[in-house]
């Protein structure tokens, strides 16, 4: 989950913009949860799919 567009319902301000205390708590514990691929774009995993894909269809070509 990102919190890029989630809305605070404390001070109804975007959480990313950290307003108030409350914003600012949930934010740092987004960011804390994000993990490894979290950063990504989907077209950046769909990409990284797509070659992880290839390089295994090529390993099973070999190894025929």
Same mark, same amino acid.
């Given at each position: 989950?990102?919190?890029? &567009? #989630?809305?605070? !319902?404390? +001070? @109804? @301000?975007? /959480?990313?913009?950290? &307003? +108030?205390?409350? +914003?600012? !708590?949930? &934010?740092?514990?987004?960011?804390?949860?994000?993990? =490894?691929? =979290?950063? #990504?774009?989907?077209?950046? #995993?769909? @990409? #990284?799919? /797509? /070659?992880?894909?290839? =390089?295994? !269809?090529?390993? !099973?070509?070999?190894? /025929?």
């Amino acid at each position: 989950m990102t919190y890029d &567009r #989630l809305v605070c !319902a404390n +001070c @109804a @301000a975007p /959480v990313n913009e950290g &307003r +108030c205390p409350v +914003c600012r !708590a949930s &934010r740092e514990r987004l960011q804390q949860e994000q993990g =490894a691929f =979290a950063g #990504l774009s989907p077209v950046t #995993l769909v @990409a #990284l799919l /797509v /070659v992880l894909l290839g =390089a295994l !269809a090529l390993l !099973a070509h070999q190894t /025929v």
